[in-house]
T-cell receptor, first 111, second 113 residues
């Protein structure tokens, strides 16, 4: 069964860049790696998605090495409002199987 | 507004009393799924559906049932709830299994006494 591993928690000061790395074994060759953000009392919300190399949008960047065994979510200049839990999701290699989220990384941004 | 709607948002009930949590999406998505979220365990998939009349077990399906009679609805059924099913539940939908982002509902907090 595919498994994703992330750090349980991270702390950062406002204005710093934060990098959260997820290790994922056995993900599907042709599927995307996706990251979600979750605030308390809300459902997870899509942040960014990528297949390989680097993807950037208005809120984050995603770095995926060639072997695709990990991915790194990069949040530039975090603010207090970025305090949340971040989940990575990779599709298992075998088709039509359950999706396996990581256990999430709790990011705390300190003023 | 594109959304996934779950009902109820909160429910306290007793062991053995059948309950249904409804989930509806208005985005014409093919893929729908249910997750439970417990402290320290993250999101675990209970059941998912690739399309109408097609449902499959996720990581933790024991004690749950689902149905997908229509594209927009994907109810979660607990035939005989037990205290270990006390949890926060999320329904999600997307255009496909993994290459399109999932849209999550706001969650249903179930307490089984």
């Amino acid at each position: 069964l595919a498994k994703t591993t992330q750090p349980i928690s991270m702390d950062s000061y406002e204005g710093q860049e934060v990098n959260i790395t997820c290790s994922h074994n056995n993900i599907a060759t042709n599927d995307y790696i996706t990251w979600y953000q979750q605030f308390p009392s809300q459902g997870p919300r899509f942040i960014i998605q990528g297949y390989k190399t680097k993807v950037t949008n208005e809120v984050a960047s995603l770095f995926i090495p060639a072997d695709r065994k990990s991915s790194t979510l990069s949040l530039p200049r975090v603010s207090l409002s970025d305090t949340a839990v971040y989940y990575c999701l990779g599709a298992p290699r075998t088709g039509n199987t359950p999706l396996v989220f990581g256990k999430g990384t709790r990011l705390s941004v300190i003023a | 507004e594109a959304q996934v709607t779950q009902n109820p948002r909160y429910l306290i009930t007793v062991t053995g009393k059948k309950l249904t949590v409804t989930c509806s999406q208005n985005m014409n998505h093919e893929y729908m799924s249910w997750y439970r979220q417990d402290p320290g365990l993250g999101l675990r998939q209970i059941y998912y559906s690739m399309n109408v009349e097609v449902t499959d077990k996720g990581d933790v399906p024991e004690g749950y049932k689902v149905s997908r009679k229509e594209k927009r609805n994907f109810p979660l059924i607990l035939e005989s709830p037990s205290p270990n099913q006390t949890s926060l539940y999320f329904c999600a939908s997307s255009l496909d299994r993994v290459n399109q982002p999932q849209h999550f509902g706001d969650g249903t907090r179930l307490s089984i006494l």
